[in-house]
């Protein structure tokens, strides 16, 4: 029996639904996605908005995201920046097509302090056949000054067939 490794859009989505208007909402979502993906879970952030196409994240700065200058680290920022168009692509694929990071740039404009929010938007392309495609997120400081710029490089596809464990 083949076994079809879905992208996992739908689910979020519904589940985001179901829990971002309760009390908590968010931030159980966020514990969950954590749960899903395990190091980008160790992250800290909080979703605030998750839309097909548009994803808005904060991270507030802690010990854990600390680097030597007092600052928060250069790839958590990087981390952060994925999740948010990670999120913003995959979160409104169909489940028949899946998506990868296969790269990713950052530039960093200014030290990283304090709450941060990463926002990403992006359209959703119509996939045939695989496809790399480039997403964009911006991470601004409480002041709204940007702090970095991330570019995703996803590779887009419709979903393998694997042949399920025996």
Known sequence: ?????????????????????????????????GWMVPYTGKLGATILTLEPGHVKARLHERK???N?????????????????????????????IRGILVGLEISYTKKARGTIESEATCEIPEITEPV?????????????DVVARVRAHWRLGPALDKQAPR
Do not use: C
């Open 1 to 33: 029996m083949a076994r079809t490794q879905e992208s996992p859009g739908t689910r979020l989505r519904a589940l985001w639904t179901r829990l971002s208007r309760l009390p908590g909402g968010r931030w159980i979502f966020s514990k969950i996605l």
């Open 64 to 66: 854990a995201v600390r």
């Open 68 to 96: 030597h200058l007092r600052s928060i680290h250069a790839i958590a920022l990087a981390n952060l920046g994925e999740l948010t168009t990670g999120l913003a692509l995959v979160g409104a694929l169909p489940k028949s």
């Open 132 to 144: 790399d495609y480039p997403v964009e997120a911006e991470i601004r400081d409480d002041s709204g």
